[in-house]
């Protein structure tokens, strides 16, 4: 038998935390700048400025938030950004926006999906397709795991 068998110092910890019915979901504490300017990116693509009402969206879109009217108007919002673009336009936009925005955009191309309108679907596989040329595999599986949706 051993010397140290007195010793519980390893008994602190509380193993009730770990339980699967005690888990609660983590939410993310980032500050949620998702007010898009719905004004200013529709004078954007009333002046064919698409790509900027397309950056515009991107750097204030409210990926994580839980009012289901919020997504769905930040879903509309998107879809006409990227119905809009041309589609020999989709290449240099999509070169025009970094990796983190090409996530996001993904993100909105994959819940486009969910919803499809008239003729969204094949003007959302050419958006995905040049998406998954740029940034490859990592895209798609970064978007597939990530809590915050769309």
Do not use: C
Request: glycine share 4%; proline share 2%; charged share 30%.
């Amino acid at each position: 038998m051993s010397k140290t068998t007195d010793n519980r110092a390893f008994r602190t910890v509380d193993v009730d935390l770990y339980n699967e019915d005690n888990y609660k979901e983590e939410f993310d504490n980032e500050v949620d700048t998702g007010a898009t300017d719905d004004n200013q990116i529709n004078s954007l693509l009333n002046s064919n400025k698409n790509v900027e009402a397309l950056k515009l969206f991107i750097s204030g879109s409210p990926l994580g938030n839980k009012d289901p009217a919020a997504k769905k108007s930040a879903l509309d919002l998107a879809m006409r950004i990227m119905m809009a673009i041309k589609q020999t336009q989709i290449e240099e936009a999509v070169k025009e926006l970094d990796n983190d925005s090409r996530d996001v955009l993904m993100k909105f191309i994959y819940k486009g999906f969910e919803v499809p309108s008239k003729d969204s679907s094949a003007n959302l596989l050419l958006w995905h397709e040049k998406i998954f040329n740029m940034n490859g595999v990592g895209s798609v599986v970064r978007v597939l795991t990530d809590k915050r949706k769309a």
